[in-house]
Structures are given as C-alpha cells and as structure tokens.
C-alpha cells in the first residue's frame, strides 16, 4: 500500500506554515528554498506512516532539514489518516494566532476547504502542488506554486529536455494575462512599474509564475513576448507599457 506523505512546517517573521503531502521525494531542497522566500520556518512536521517502506527515501530529509517525523499509521487499507490528522493540527495552529500565512503542498483538491477556511481568517495561504492539481485548489490560495517549477521537479528532472519544453506554454500565452492585469492599474503615461504589475498578476492568477513558460524572471518573459515596451528609468525601477498599436 502507498502511503501518501504529509508534512507540515510553520515560519516566523512573515511566518508560512507549511502542510505538505509531497509525491516525489526530489522536490524537497526545491521546496524549502521557494518557502524559505516567503519566511523563516520556526515549526516543522511530517506525518506519514513511517513503517512503510515506501518513505525510506525520507529519512535523510527528514535529518538535513530538521523535520519532525509525526508517526500515523494507516489502520485501513485505502484510507488517508494522515490527511485527517494533519487538518486537525492545522486548525490548532490556525487559532494559536501565532502564524500570519500557512503554505499547503499537495494536489489533492480534498486541502481545497482548509485553503478557504485559512483565508476566512485572514491569513495568507500559498499553494504547492502538480499541474495536475484542480483549479478549485489553485484558485483557493493566494498564490500558488507548480512543484515542476521547484528545482527537483518532476518535469525538470526528465531526461529530455525537450520533453520539459514541450510542456510549456509559448510566452505569447501570458500576454492577454500581462494585459487585464495592467488594465486594472493606474499607470504613468501608460507605464506600469513592473514589480506592481507582478503582484497584480498573482491576484488576479494566483499560478501565474513566469516559470510555468520557462523564464526565472518576469522581466524576461515580458520581452520575449514583444508586446511591451520595457525600460529601467534612471534612479527608477523597470516598467512596461503595450507598445504602440497593441490592444
């Protein structure tokens, strides 16, 4: 029987807690790095069912990033007891009032309520999870985050490249996006600062990252596509605006 790992990791000074059920034990380091750009983790859990063999892989994560194994065992055969437990601790941790942001990792859209429910209370929740992973899920988080982005990903971790690409979106797909999203901003003469625009974009998509069309930085991506004008003010930050003609 295949035990689905869960664990779950609460930070600090804008703090994220962490809830994952990760699939694939290689997006770990990937995972701790993207969550650690949000906050700086001060409690950290894993819950699985630790006699199954299938999380051996584990173990050496378990140590490197000093994770606390929660031991759970699976009393009936297709059922997620973990899954139970770990809501159950989330909600605790929820109403301690310590945590201003929680990040849930997992493509199960069945975390989809317990996303809501920490958004009822005013607090930040951050998504990780496949591309397979339901919208509704998705469009629960303040911002989600494909895990084939992270490096370790499923996809990056393929052994051909071309396969990676095949995968992704051309950059001409995230202009009509780049577009509603300066739409909704008030700008300078048509100039919208890049980095508001970014912010905007995640409100509005909340898996909109530029790395879904294989570009590391928005800016990039924003050029590849050709339908902005794209300049860096002396003293000033860069900003976009459509080029002439652009609708």
């Not at 051996?56 to 973990?82: D, M």
């Amino acid at each position: 029987m295949v035990v689905k790992l869960r664990y779950m990791r609460h930070c600090r000074a804008r703090p994220k807690a962490l809830i994952e059920r990760p699939d694939n034990v290689r997006i770990a380091d990937g995972l701790f790095e993207e969550v650690a750009k949000i906050g700086t983790a001060s409690v950290r859990r894993i819950y699985g069912d630790f006699s199954d063999s299938h999380l051996k892989g584990w173990e050496a994560v378990l140590q490197k990033h000093a994770i606390i194994p929660q031991q759970q065992y699976a009393y009936t055969k297709g059922k997620n007891a973990s899954d139970i437990t770990l809501v159950i601790d989330a909600m605790d941790l929820l109403h301690t009032g310590l945590f201003d942001g929680f990040c849930l990792v997992s493509s199960d859209s069945d975390f989809t309520r317990l996303a809501s429910r920490i958004r009822e209370q005013g607090v930040d929740v951050y998504g990780f999870g496949q591309k397979k992973t339901p919208e509704s899920f998705r469009q629960a988080c303040h911002r989600f985050i494909y895990t084939e982005n992270l490096h370790g990903g499923a996809e990056k971790s393929s052994d051909d490249p071309a396969a990676v690409k095949d995968t992704q979106p051309p950059p001409s797909k995230a202009v009509p996006l780049v577009k509603k999203a300066i739409a909704e901003l008030e700008g300078d003469n048509g100039w919208f600062p890049l980095n508001i625009v970014g912010s905007q974009l995640n409100r509005l998509y909340p898996d909109f990252d530029s790395r879904n069309y294989g570009f590391q930085k928005l800016s990039e991506l924003v050029r590849k596509t050709g339908a902005f004008d794209v300049e860096t003010p002396k003293g000033g930050s860069m900003r976009i605006r459509l080029k002439s003609g652009g609708k």
